[in-house]
């Protein structure tokens, strides 16, 4: 059914800057509508935006919060989505999973914002 | 944006009971409703789509039924396997929203 793989969280300081990436596999990524959802420690699940494929324009859409600070993109040749998180705040701390949508999750990756 | 609560928050249950977690959303979601389960430190792995499709592989002690606003998720005989937090999902419309999470813990 496909698998995703997130990679390129860590440990930063507020107001800097972080690269997610989500390599997928086991189905036609590039027709794929993807998503990245976020899950602060202890809490419940946030969608935090999505990249509509190519064939639908491409565009994204964010939630509030993350809006004017991360940017969604997507390599379809390379099969991966990325997410660059800039203006980091403590409250973007978080596990980030990419995600088809509904069916298909990946494993996820931490994100620490702290001084 | 649709905000979707779930209830109880938590439940005590033993194996073999039957548990019932329901979901609320604040409009019409024209059942684009999924159902997941996590544990402790797993992405959430998807148990129900469509608002009572059972996904490949899912057990059929899960079910799901409702339409429109009101869901529900029915374990029919709980199993040590399923102790876990359950969380719903509207993806009618963007955002998609979650509910708050129902923990089954073990009585």
């Known amino acids: 059914e496909g698998q995703l793989v997130e990679s390129g969280g860590g440990l930063v300081k507020p107001g800097g800057s972080l690269r997610l990436s989500c390599r997928a596999s086991?189905?036609?990524?590039?027709?794929?509508?993807m998503s990245w959802v976020r899950q602060a420690p202890g809490k419940g699940l946030e969608w935090v935006g999505r990249?509509?494929?190519?064939?639908?324009?491409?565009?994204?859409d964010y939630v509030a919060p993350v809006k004017g600070r991360f940017t969604i993109s997507r390599h379809d040749s390379k099969n991966t989505l990325y997410m660059q998180m800039n203006s980091l705040k403590t409250e973007d701390t978080a596990v980030y999973y990419c995600t088809t949508g509904v069916h298909v999750w990946g494993q996820g990756t931490t994100v620490t914002v702290s001084s | 944006d649709i905000q979707m609560t779930q209830s109880p928050s938590s439940v005590s249950a033993s194996v073999g009971d039957r548990v019932t977690i329901t979901c609320r959303a604040s409009q019409d979601v024209n059942n684009w409703l999924a159902w997941y389960q996590q544990k402790p430190g797993k992405a959430p792995k998807l148990l129900i789509y469509?608002?009572?499709s059972l996904q490949s592989g899912v057990p059929s002690r899960f079910s799901g039924s409702g339409s429109g606003t009101d869901f529900t998720l029915t374990i029919s005989s709980l199993q040590p396997e399923d102790f876990a937090t359950y969380y719903c999902q509207q993806a009618n419309s963007f955002p998609p929203t979650f509910g708050g999470g129902t923990k089954v813990e073990i009585k």
């Open positions: 086991g189905f036609t990524f590039s027709n794929a509508w």
């Open positions: 469509a608002a009572s």
């Open positions: 990249i509509k494929s190519k064939t639908d324009g491409g565009t994204t």
